[in-house]
């Protein structure tokens, strides 16, 4: 239960109007720092939702399929620039953004990764490798900017950490493929 604390601390942390303040004024920050938080903040509060509602995850998301179509969905939404600019404009659309990576896509993420096989979570990060390459392509080589409350050089500096994760992502699947994983995972521990 300790992890569901830490969660919470952490995403009322991020909601404290200094904190979003700093995080969203700078593109790099709310793109790679403020979104990703909240994201762990939600795989961290997992255990309390699982605990309180766990026939509702497994009569919702009993392969663990629905749960990975969301969290694809809501990322796939966080990465359109118009919807980072309406987050700052929009207080129902940062109301959203706080909602959403959360409690719509960590929580049914982490419900789902246990439920399906490696061959599912290779797909997840090769989809993820080329929404990240996309991304990046788009921020770094795109003659305008994107947002209009952020400057070109704070999109170029996120299209390059779009870069640099997808060549992550890529170094990852590639490591998968080739090592024997097994090894890591003790098959005694619950």
Same mark, same amino acid.
């Given at each position: 239960?300790?992890?569901?604390? @830490?969660?919470?601390?952490?995403? =009322?942390?991020?909601?404290?109007?200094?904190?979003?303040?700093?995080?969203?004024?700078?593109?790099? #920050?709310?793109?790679?720092?403020?979104?990703?938080?909240?994201?762990?903040?939600?795989? +961290?509060?997992?255990?309390? !939702?699982?605990?309180?509602?766990?026939?509702?995850?497994?009569?919702?998301?009993?392969? &663990?399929?629905?749960?990975?179509? +969301?969290? %694809? %969905?809501?990322?796939? @939404?966080?990465?359109?620039?118009?919807?980072? *600019?309406?987050?700052?404009?929009? !207080?129902?659309?940062?109301?959203?953004?706080?909602?959403?990576?959360?409690?719509?896509?960590?929580?049914?993420?982490?419900?789902?990764?246990? $439920?399906?096989?490696?061959?599912?979570?290779?797909?997840?990060? =090769?989809?993820?490798?080329? =929404?990240?390459?996309?991304? &990046? @392509?788009?921020?770094? !080589? @795109?003659?305008?900017?994107?947002?209009?409350? /952020?400057?070109?050089?704070?999109?170029?500096?996120?299209?390059?950490?779009?870069? #640099? #994760?997808?060549?992550?992502?890529?170094?990852?699947?590639? %490591?998968? +493929?080739?090592?024997?994983?097994?090894? /890591?995972? *003790? $098959?005694?521990?619950?």
């Amino acid at each position: 239960m300790k992890q569901f604390w @830490y969660g919470l601390i952490l995403f =009322i942390f991020l909601a404290l109007p200094p904190v979003r303040f700093l995080m969203e004024s700078i593109m790099a #920050f709310h793109m790679h720092m403020q979104m990703p938080l909240l994201f762990v903040s939600g795989i +961290l509060m997992y255990p309390f !939702f699982k605990k309180h509602f766990g026939s509702f995850f497994n009569q919702w998301n009993s392969s &663990g399929i629905p749960g990975i179509i +969301l969290f %694809l %969905l809501i990322v796939i @939404y966080w990465m359109i620039p118009k919807a980072m *600019d309406e987050s700052l404009e929009i !207080f129902t659309v940062e109301l959203f953004k706080f909602v959403s990576l959360p409690f719509l896509a960590a929580v049914p993420l982490r419900d789902s990764w246990s $439920k399906v096989g490696k061959a599912t979570e290779s797909i997840v990060f =090769i989809i993820l490798a080329v =929404i990240f390459s996309i991304m &990046g @392509y788009l921020y770094v !080589f @795109y003659e305008s900017t994107l947002c209009n409350n /952020y400057l070109m050089v704070d999109q170029k500096t996120v299209g390059w950490g779009f870069a #640099f #994760f997808s060549l992550c992502l890529i170094l990852y699947i590639v %490591l998968t +493929l080739f090592t024997d994983q097994s090894q /890591y995972y *003790d $098959k005694t521990s619950p």
